[in-house]
């Protein structure tokens, strides 16, 4: 599950017409849940685990991941309403019981995720440096897209890691400390995304996103 933030400034980006910041989200959010949930499908399979590969989810082709009320239908809601953008892909299947050594086999999935939206936005990094060697003209529109790709993966990265269900965090932690409490607290369901919203309006978001940007400009500084 992810939500972007309606931030209209990072660094030097100017974000003036919500309909084209909306246009340039939407293929970055498809390619980065592609990635995303590939990542899950091919490190499960690499453990043991082929369930995902089995039913068609071990590919880079965002049809396949696509939920039809998540990855379409609420992120235009959510841009016609004004409200966060909202959206997720459909769940990677994932059996810990085909796993060698559940717990850290189980870790490594969930953390699989986070990491290659991490990874992409380096990619993204590295092609914003390219492009500005290339290109005299620093305030190009690929540069404020390929910035904006960088943060919405940091952003990915670090969200999904927050150990609070359905995120990948609260597998970690699980995995990680596995007792009455952490199972509890992977079990929360539909209490989860209440408590992963009232986060989300609560004045800890602030400092969540103060993070976010941190990373992403440091990303930047270290490739610019």
Avoid: C
């Amino acid at each position: 599950m992810i939500i972007i933030p309606g931030a209209n400034k990072l660094g030097e980006i100017q974000v003036n017409e919500r309909l084209i910041n909306f246009l340039i989200f939407l293929p970055l959010f498809f390619i980065s849940l592609a990635v995303h949930e590939f990542a899950h499908a091919y490190y499960a399979n690499k453990l043991g685990d082929s369930t995902a590969k089995d039913q068609g989810r071990m590919t880079l082709n965002p049809i396949k991941h696509i939920d039809l009320v998540g990855s379409l239908l609420m992120p235009f809601i959510a841009f016609a309403s004004g409200f966060l953008i909202i959206g997720w892909a459909k769940p990677v299947p994932v059996n810990p019981n085909n796993f060698k050594n559940p717990y850290k086999d189980d870790a490594l999935v969930s953390v699989a995720g986070p990491v290659s939206n991490f990874a992409l936005a380096l990619l993204f990094a590295s092609l914003l440096f390219l492009n500005q060697a290339l290109t005299p003209d620093t305030n190009s529109w690929l540069n404020s897209v390929l910035t904006l790709a960088v943060y919405f993966n940091v952003f990915l990265f670090a969200f999904n890691l927050l150990p609070i269900p359905p995120l990948d965090g609260s597998h970690i932690l699980f995995d990680l400390f596995p007792n009455q409490i952490t199972a509890k607290i992977l079990n929360l369901g539909f209490y989860g995304t209440i408590i992963l919203f009232l986060f989300i309006y609560s004045p800890l978001w602030k400092y969540f996103m103060m993070f976010v940007v941190s990373v992403t400009e440091f990303i930047l500084r270290i490739f610019l």
